[in-house]
């Protein structure tokens, strides 16, 4: 029961290179969401999507694209990476909605960008 | 509106002490207020949550009191242990077609031996 993965768990990259977060989950979950963490911010929403095809903006979507061509499957893609990009990334996935609206995070991917 | 304030950022208690988290929303289509905690270098996971039909729910040594009318929601770690010890961030949610949550910004909770 591998449930919710991401990789690479750890990732160092430099300015203005292109870097792909990969998330994937095995409960085939409607809903998956991709967060960034920070001191002092807690966590902010950056793309979810409600399924395959399927993907809006969260609240600082700026810097990143999504994609999502599978259900299990929701990549991050920061196409030129900036410093102010390093974080903690979490994937999570969610049920379908009217149902619980409990969400499942993945162990996260910290990115440093220099 | 979509915004979840929550205090202290940080909190030390004592071993066997209460350690309450407080947080309050802005909109009242909210209709989902979870609780999750989060340990050193893993990710968050849902802890406890509750719906706006009842005031309090408890499980264990935590309980989630809710306030309607304050727009206010708290948690409460009874006879907390220092395996407690971890970052907790409340959240609010539901009242439409999606399953986003808002988190509020985390408290660091430390409780001593």
């Known amino acids: 029961d591998a449930g919710i993965t991401q990789s690479p768990r750890y990732k160092i990259t430099e300015t203005g290179r292109q870097v792909t977060l990969m998330c994937h989950q095995t409960w085939s979950h409607s809903y998956m969401f991709w967060y960034r963490q920070d001191l002092g911010h807690g966590l902010r929403l950056i793309y979810y999507s409600a399924a395959a095809d399927i993907t809006d903006k969260g609240e600082v979507p700026d810097g990143y694209v999504v994609s999502r061509s599978k259900t299990e499957n929701f990549p991050l893609t920061l196409e030129s990476a900036t410093r102010s990009q390093t974080s903690v990334y979490f994937c999570?996935?969610?049920?379908?909605?009217?149902?619980?609206?409990?969400?499942?995070f993945g162990p996260g991917t910290r990115l440093t960008v220099t | 509106q979509q915004q979840v304030k929550q205090s202290p950022q940080s909190l030390i208690v004592q071993k066997g002490g209460i350690s309450i988290i407080n947080c309050a929303y802005e909109?009242?289509?909210?209709?989902?207020f979870p609780w999750y905690q989060q340990f050193p270098g893993k990710g968050p996971a849902l802890l406890i949550a509750i719906r706006p039909d009842v005031s309090e729910k408890k499980e264990g040594r935590f309980t989630i009191s809710f306030n309607k009318s304050a727009k206010q929601f708290s948690l409460h770690i009874m006879d907390s242990q220092p395996g407690d010890s971890a970052t907790y961030f409340c959240a609010a949610g539901g009242g439409g077609a999606t399953n986003k949550l808002i988190f509020g910004t985390g408290t660091l909770l430390a409780v001593q031996p």
């Open positions: 999570a996935s969610s049920k379908s909605p009217g149902g619980s609206y409990e969400q499942y």
């Open positions: 909109n009242t289509a909210f209709d989902y």
